[in-house]
């Protein structure tokens, strides 16, 4: 599996433009620059349109044009933007599956040609499983509110790789945990690698998002059920400037078996031992 971190920040990346605070100046001067979260998986699932992810899919050498579906969290604009699907149909006439919340279809749609195929929309909800291109995508709910519902996503590639994609979303709900369970039985192993969201970093968190005590209780969770264990690639993303600069927070989140995300960070995922056989980060 090879997962392209298209963006790891928040809605207003970090730095936020406007701001210039100690933390916001501290990142922008070391050109440490997040765009809103976004992931790519083998080049072919995309995993939220967030308004950055052409522009960063190309900055890191790639494209969006061999892929086999999109899945979009929820209906706020940092992660469906639907003027890409527009741009789209510009280009290619090859039908392109998007996934998404019923709020998610009915922000895309107004943006496609009705009479063209080149995108087909499809509403999904909690306990869906979608099988497209040989992945399985299982969709579990989010602690968030998004003109609807929200979700996550927990990925299963063609060899068996697993991810699971937790942004945007506070402590898992009761359903959620359950879900997750099945999934482990089903698949019978562990995540690979987990996004798992960190908005608010020394800031008391708000509602549907995570600050750094949040998302540390959010991992015990995930280790006590089995869910992850030491060979598990467990990434922080939706960062905000209410995290410290990028050296405390590495430090902090070490101690939690965590890592911050770097905007276009490649993490290649061994089919046979579980262990990452390269992390980078391209240039930007």
């Known amino acids: 599996m090879e997962v392209l971190l298209l963006g790891t920040g928040s809605a207003d990346g970090w730095p936020n433009a406007f701001c210039r605070c100690d933390s916001c100046t501290t990142q922008r001067a070391a050109g440490i620059l997040r765009r809103p979260t976004s992931a790519l998986i083998d080049g072919r699932i995309l995993l939220d349109l967030g308004p950055h992810v052409g522009h960063a899919a190309q900055v890191s ?3 969006l044009a061999g ?19 527009f741009y789209r149909q510009w280009v290619s ?15 895309i ?7 063209g195929s080149a995108v087909s929309l499809h509403a999904v909800t909690v306990g869906d499983v979608v099988a497209v291109a040989g992945y399985v995508v299982r969709v579990l709910p989010a602690d968030h509110h998004a003109f609807g519902e929200a979700v996550l996503y927990d990925v299963t590639t063609p060899r068996g790789g697993r991810l699971l994609y937790a942004t945007d979303t ?19 192993r562990a995540y ?13 968190r708000e509602p549907g998002h995570h600050d750094l005590a949040s998302f540390a209780a959010a991992l015990e969770d995930l280790r006590r059920e089995g869910l992850i264990d030491a060979e598990t690639g467990v990434v922080a993303v939706h960062l905000s400037h209410h995290n410290p600069p990028e050296g405390e927070l590495t430090a902090r989140l070490d101690d939690l078996g965590a890592r911050p995300g770097q905007d276009l ?3 290649m995922v061994s089919q046979l031992s579980r262990e990452p056989t390269s992390s980078r980060r391209l240039r930007n």
Do not use: I, K
Request: aromatic share 6%; net charge negative.
């Open 61 to 63: 050498g790639r494209d």
């Open 192 to 204: 690979d690698v987990v996004l798992l969201e960190e908005t608010f970093g020394l800031r008391e």
């Open 109 to 115: 749609r107004p943006w496609l040609d009705p009479a």
């Open 67 to 85: 892929l086999d579906a999109v899945f979009v969290t929820h209906a706020h604009n940092d992660h469906c933007d639907p003027a890409h699907l």
């Open 93 to 107: 006439a090859e039908p392109l599956p998007v996934y998404g919340p019923s709020a998610v279809v009915q922000a």
């Open 265 to 267: 960070e490649v993490r």
């Open 170 to 188: 506070g402590p898992w709900t009761p359903r959620c945990l359950d879900l997750m369970r099945q999934a482990r039985v089903a698949t019978g």
